[in-house]
C-alpha cells in the first residue's frame, strides 16, 4: 500500500497555536509538520537541518522521545487517518471475500461513499419549504412549484449529474428571473404593456 499523501490540517489550531511565531518561525514549523508526517518521526539533523539552530518556540511544539522528535498533534492526526484508511480497506476485502460486493475499481467504492453522504443534503427538503423561500425573495408559487419538480425528479442533481448540494444557490443562477416574480397590479400592469398586450 502506498504512504497517504494527506492529513486532516485545522488551520484555526495552527493559527492560534502559531500567534506569537513570526512568519520565518511559521514557516520553519509547517516545514517540519509536513516532514514528520512524511518520515514519522525526526531526527535531531531534521530540527537543525530546518531550524538551522535551536529555536524554543518551535521546539516545544515537539517532544523528544530518546532520539527523535514529534509533534503529538501530527502524530494522532496520522494514526487516525491511517486507521480509517485501513477500515475502509478491510471492509471492502471483506465484501468481496463474502460476494456482498462486486469487484469494481478501489476509487469507485470512495466515489459511491462520498455520493451517498452528499444525497442526504436535500431529504429534507418539501415544496412548502421551498415556497416559502421563493416568496420570500418575491418570486411566485408556480416557479417554486415547477423549481421543486425539476430537481425531485432529477433526484436532486443538476444537468451533469452531480448532487444539488446548495439548492438555493440553484433557485438563484436559473430560476430567479424578472418574469417569475410575483406580480402586484402595477408590476403587472408594467408587465403587460412591456409584453405589447394591452
Given at each position: ?178 418574469e417569475n416574480k410575483i406580480l402586484t397590479n402595477e408590476s403587472r400592469h408594467d408587465f403587460l404593456m412591456n409584453a405589447g398586450k394591452m
Amino acid at each position: 500500500m502506498s504512504k497517504d499523501p494527506a492529513v486532516l490540517f485545522y488551520t484555526s489550531d495552527f493559527l492560534t497555536g502559531t500567534l506569537t511565531m513570526t512568519y520565518e518561525q511559521k514557516g520553519k514549523y509547517i516545514t517540519l509538520l509536513c516532514l514528520q508526517h512524511q518520515k514519522t518521526l525526526l531526527s535531531d539533523k531534521d530540527m537543525i537541518s530546518i531550524c538551522t539552530s535551536y529555536d524554543k518556540d518551535i521546539y516545544d511544539k515537539f517532544i523528544k522521545d530518546g532520539e527523535f522528535f514529534y509533534n503529538k498533534r501530527m502524530k494522532e492526526e496520522h494514526e487516525k487517518r491511517a486507521n480509517f484508511s485501513k477500515s475502509r480497506s478491510d471492509n471492502r476485502l471483506n465484501g468481496l471475500k463474502n460476494k456482498t460486493l462486486k469487484p469494481k475499481k478501489t476509487t469507485s467504492s470512495y466515489d459511491n461513499h462520498m455520493e451517498n453522504e452528499n444525497e442526504n443534503i436535500n431529504k429534507n427538503i418539501t415544496i412548502d419549504i421551498v415556497k416559502a423561500y421563493f416568496k420570500e425573495k418575491g418570486y411566485s408559487e408556480t416557479t417554486a412549484q415547477k423549481f421543486f419538480d425539476y430537481y425531485s425528479v432529477a433526484k436532486w442533481k443538476d444537468s451533469k449529474g452531480k448532487v444539488v448540494k446548495n439548492w438555493k444557490q440553484k433557485a438563484q443562477g436559473v430560476w430567479f428571473k424578472e418574469e417569475n416574480k410575483i406580480l402586484t397590479n402595477e408590476s403587472r400592469h408594467d408587465f403587460l404593456m412591456n409584453a405589447g398586450k394591452m
